[in-house]
């Protein structure tokens, strides 16, 4: 069964950093592209950032470049987010989402998500 | 960067109806890039539709996927009570390399 488990989240003064870690089971980690999507509180779905399978091309959403570091270890099956600069609008909860390789883009795993609240 | 529009806001429909929710792109996508969503309270998405028109695995036959360009549609033919939920369509746009969300249909029980 796939299975992928955030952690790492909590309650952040503006200005601080986190980081979110993704473990991954069930399935071969190596071989599928990794996302990070958030939520903010009663708001819609947003698109963070992307990894390719062996970690070699990344993109970010503007909202987050610069800021945010998306990374993977596939000896570890884990994907990260490290977050700096965080700001008030970073509040939600955040996703790691499955992306199959090759020519249809989707996410088709999704974790439970790990909330991240940034207020002092 | 392309901007995907959801309609309605809210749909208000009763089990056994069918339900017609629209997703339009303010540029042209590839049907490779369109797939759909459905969110329940308190849960992580769950994946519908890619490919415009392909079921995931395990989703009933009542949902379908249709469209072209900048039109999308997602169709639940007899709703079911474990239906009502928030719907999103996605695209992957390659310049720049980036996915995009619609703003979500709520789907409730009239």
Avoid at chain 1, 16 to 37: I, K, P, Q
Avoid at chain 1, 87 to 100: G, I, L, Q, S, W
Avoid at chain 2, 34 to 56: C, T
């Amino acid at each position: 069964e796939v299975q992928l488990v955030e952690s790492g989240g909590g309650l952040v003064q503006p200005g601080g950093s986190l980081r979110l870690s993704c473990a991954a089971s069930g399935f071969t980690f190596s071989s599928y592209e990794m996302n990070w999507v958030r939520q903010a509180p009663g708001k819609g779905l947003e698109w963070v950032s992307y990894i390719s399978s062996s970690g070699s091309t990344i993109y970010y959403a503007d909202s987050v470049k610069g800021r945010f570091t998306i990374s993977r270890d596939n000896a570890k099956n884990s994907l990260y987010l490290q977050m700096n600069s965080l700001r008030a609008e970073d509040t939600a909860v955040y996703y790691c989402a499955r992306a199959p390789r090759g020519r249809l883009r989707y996410f088709d795993s999704w974790g439970q998500g790990t909330l991240v609240t940034v207020s002092s | 960067e392309i901007v995907l529009t959801q309609s309605p806001g809210t749909l208000s429909l009763s089990p056994g109806e069918r339900a017609t929710l629209s997703c339009r792109a303010s540029q042209s996508v590839s049907s490779s890039y369109l797939a759909w969503y459905q969110q329940k309270p308190g849960q992580a998405p769950r994946l519908l539709i890619y490919g415009a028109s392909s079921r995931a695995t395990g989703i009933p036959d009542r949902f379908s996927g249709s469209g072209s360009g900048t039109d999308f549609t997602l169709t639940i033919s007899r709703l079911e009570p474990e239906d009502f939920a928030v719907y999103y369509c996605q695209q992957y746009g390659s310049s720049p390399p980036m996915y995009s969300f619609g703003q979500g249909t709520k789907l409730e029980i009239k």
